[in-house]
C-alpha cells in the first residue's frame, strides 16, 4: 500500500472540514504525523484514508477524460453540421486522435 502524505488542509478536502478539525481527527484516529522540510506538518493517511483519497483520485481522473470526450464529440459534431471545407478531413483526424488515447496510466492516477 502506497504512503499518502497531506498537509491538514489536504487532510480536511478528503474529510469535508477545515485544517484545524483535520488536525483535530489525524490525533484522534491516531495517524502518523511528521514536519516536512517546507515547514507544513503532514499526516500519513491509514488504509481507510488511504481508499477514500484513491476512489477520489480516480473519480476526477474519470470526470476529467469523460469531459474532454463530450468536448470531442461536440466539437465532431459541429464540424459535420459545418459546411464541407475540409471539415472530412479534421473530422478523421479528431476521430483518429480519440481512438488512439491509450486511456489512464498508473503514472497519470499519481498526479
Avoid: F
Wanted: net charge neutral.
Amino acid at each position: 500500500m502506497p504512503q499518502i502524505w497531506l498537509t491538514y488542509d489536504e487532510l480536511g478536502a478528503l474529510l469535508g472540514c477545515d485544517a484545524a478539525a483535520a488536525r483535530e481527527a489525524s490525533a484522534a484516529r491516531p495517524l502518523d504525523r511528521r514536519r516536512c522540510h517546507d515547514g507544513r506538518t503532514r499526516a500519513k493517511l491509514d488504509l481507510v484514508l488511504t481508499e477514500q483519497w484513491l476512489d477520489r483520485l480516480v473519480r476526477h481522473w474519470a470526470e476529467r477524460q469523460l469531459a474532454a470526450c463530450v468536448d470531442d464529440l461536440d466539437r465532431v459534431r459541429r464540424l459535420m453540421a459545418a459546411p464541407s471545407s475540409g471539415a472530412v478531413d479534421e473530422v478523421a483526424t479528431t476521430a483518429h486522435n480519440i481512438v488512439a488515447d491509450p486511456g489512464p496510466s498508473t503514472r497519470t492516477l499519481s498526479a
